[in-house]
T-cell receptor
Framework: GAVVSQHPSWVICKSGTSVKIECRSL??????MFWYRQFPKQSLMLMAT?????????EQGVEKDKFLINHASLTLSTLTVTSAHPEDSSFYIC?????????????????FGEGSRLTVL | AQSVTQPDIHITVSEGASLELRCNYS??????LFWYVQSPGQGLQLLLK??????LVQGIKGFEAEFKRSQSSFNLRKPSVHWSDAAEYFC????????????FGKGTRLHILP
């Protein structure tokens, strides 16, 4: 089946530094990728929709200057947490949908990465 | 806007017992519905999905779910749970556009008693 890989799977950084998380679709091309954030024992909250070759669409309340998203190719999207602070510590998960899309005009299956756990000291 | 409600935060069942996890959705048109499972510290795995057609959907690992439009529900069931089924289960809804978003419920944590 389709595979989405995230890297790194966990990262610890100092407050004030920036951290980049990569999301790769390994065996399909993804025109759209989604970034989610999950707090402990909470659900996944959609942060932004990343479209290849265009600017990401951010959900209300998500700071686009804080969470920089780049979708430079059909197989890679990156999330950069800039000037990270302890409150940014969380589990970040990406998902990707193939360019083929599944059922035409409808929601294709999303494939999720295994997540990246960020801890900011 | 679409939304998903999972009324039960925790569910505990004995190994071998049957299971039903509840999910209610709010959406004006025909919803696209999903159930995902997440093991601790892991990403999400799709159990099953409903787009159209037969309202009883079979998934992986012996799970099934039934779409009931009249009740706006998409409950997940399994006739006999195994200890390995202990995990967090998320119901989700999408609105069918190619650039749509999938909205997740808050999740139900399943505990299995030996």
């Amino acid at each position: 089946g389709a595979v989405v890989s995230q890297h790194p799977s966990w990262v610890i950084c100092k407050s004030g530094t920036s951290v980049k998380i990569e999301c790769r679709s390994l065996d399909f091309q993804a025109t759209t990728m989604f970034w989610y954030r999950q707090f402990p024992k909470q659900s996944l909250m959609l942060m932004a929709t990343s479209n290849e070759g265009s600017k990401a669409t951010y959900e209300q309340g998500v700071e686009k200057d804080k969470f920089l998203i780049n979708h430079a190719s059909l197989t890679l999207s990156t999330l950069t947490v800039t000037s990270a602070h302890p409150e940014d510590s969380s589990f970040y998960i990406c998902s990707a949908r193939s360019a083929g899309g599944g059922i035409a005009g409808s929601t294709g299956e999303l494939f999720f990465g295994e997540g990246s756990r960020l801890t900011v000291l | 806007a679409q939304s998903v409600t999972q009324p039960d935060i925790h569910i505990t069942v004995s190994e071998g017992a049957s299971l039903e996890l509840r999910c209610n959705y709010s959406y004006g048109a025909t919803p696209y519905l999903f159930w995902y499972v997440q093991s601790p510290g892991q990403g999400l795995q799709l159990l099953l999905k409903y787009f159209s057609g037969d309202t009883l959907v079979q998934g992986i690992k012996g799970f099934e779910a039934e779409f009931k439009r009249s009740q706006s529900s998409f409950n997940l069931r399994k006739p006999s749970v195994h200890w390995s089924d202990a995990a967090e289960y998320f119901c989700a809804v999408g609105d069918g556009n190619r650039d749509d978003k999938i909205i997740f419920g808050k999740g139900t944590r399943l505990h299995i008693l030996p």
